[in-house]
């Protein structure tokens, strides 16, 4: 199995799935939410997103399914391509999954010694390494302050620029070694999370993706039809958060003349699903996982 599905029931009720209806895995990975979804339909269509070339793997081999290898950033052109708009839900699981984090060549985990690569469409011209050995200081730096909230993110960069200028650092190791000194002792593990994951969030472009799914998701839901997006930190849950209670990332209210909020979204939970002590104490992974459900109104922009 690629992963266990994260929130796996909860994400599915909330969908409030039609047998008949069209609906999107926007995140297919192993496919785990996808078979949950068909289950569910009759001669409904599912329709499955995923960059990875791995994904490939857990191809569902029924009519109803159609695999679309792309980021869930072109949800809109494809769905028209493949003429199911609209769609009566949506479904996004933000999560890296085990499978992507247990392979070394990947270098996703601190775990294990690889390649410093972080891409999850091969076909990126800009790995890891190439940020960790060619970037300014200053601009890693930022990365590491907004994409991964991290104390001292000056330090690191400059620990980074220090270390490359002996000899370039391509490996997963090789970056844990750059910064070993500024690890605290005995919890070196929270800040080397938060720094892999800055490199990850600016190697994929995640949360220009993230805004740029919300925006198209809002638009090919017919009214009625419902969001579910599960996050897994708190830059992805805040975006959400926002888009959902005002249509934007931002989370700027804009009222019409009647002082009527210009937001076809309606939030259905009113705070974040998280996963219960049960299926955390099954899979640890799930143990910062959020998810939020909203629901298209008749409003029309």
């Not at 069209?22 to 192993?30: K, L, Q, S």
């Not at 028209?80 to 985990?109: C, T, Y």
């Not at 804009?254 to 002082?259: I, L, P, R, S």
């Amino acid at each position: 199995m690629y992963h266990n599905p994260v929130l796996l029931h909860e994400s599915v009720e909330a969908l409030r799935i039609h047998a008949n209806g069209i609906y999107v895995d926007a995140t297919f990975g192993g496919g785990g939410h996808s078979r949950a979804i068909l289950s569910k339909l009759d001669n409904g269509k599912l329709y499955g997103f995923d960059q990875d070339a791995d994904a490939r793997q857990n191809l569902l081999h029924d009519e109803r399914f159609t695999f679309i290898p792309h980021n869930f950033r072109y949800l809109k052109n494809f769905l028209q391509l493949h003429q199911a708009l609209p769609v009566d839900g949506i479904l996004a699981d933000l999560g890296v999954s085990s499978f992507q984090f247990d392979k070394a060549e990947k270098g996703f985990s601190t775990r294990f010694d690889g390649a410093l690569d972080m891409r999850m469409d091969q076909s990126n011209a800009i790995d890891a390494a190439t940020i960790v050995n060619t970037y300014e200081a200053q601009e890693l730096k930022l990365i590491f302050e907004n994409y991964g909230e991290l104390e001292q993110a000056g330090r690191f960069a400059a620990a980074i620029v220090a270390a490359r200028t002996a000899a370039p650092i391509t490996t997963t190791f090789g970056l844990k070694e750059a910064v070993r000194r500024l690890l605290p002792a005995g919890r070196e593990n929270k800040p080397l999370a938060q720094l892999f994951q800055a490199l990850r969030i600016e190697v994929n472009a995640e949360m220009a993706c993230l805004e740029s799914f919300l925006e198209q998701a809002m638009l090919v839901l017919k009214p009625g039809g419902r969001l579910v997006v599960i996050s897994y930190h708190s830059l992805e849950d805040r975006m959400v958060k926002n888009f959902i209670k005002a249509g934007n990332v931002k989370g700027e209210i804009k009222k019409d003349f009647y002082g009527n909020i210009l937001n076809p979204l309606r939030p259905v939970t009113r705070k974040a699903v998280t996963p219960s002590e049960a299926e955390i104490s099954e899979n640890n992974r799930a143990r910062s996982a959020k998810m939020r459900v909203a629901e298209k109104t008749d409003y029309e922009q």
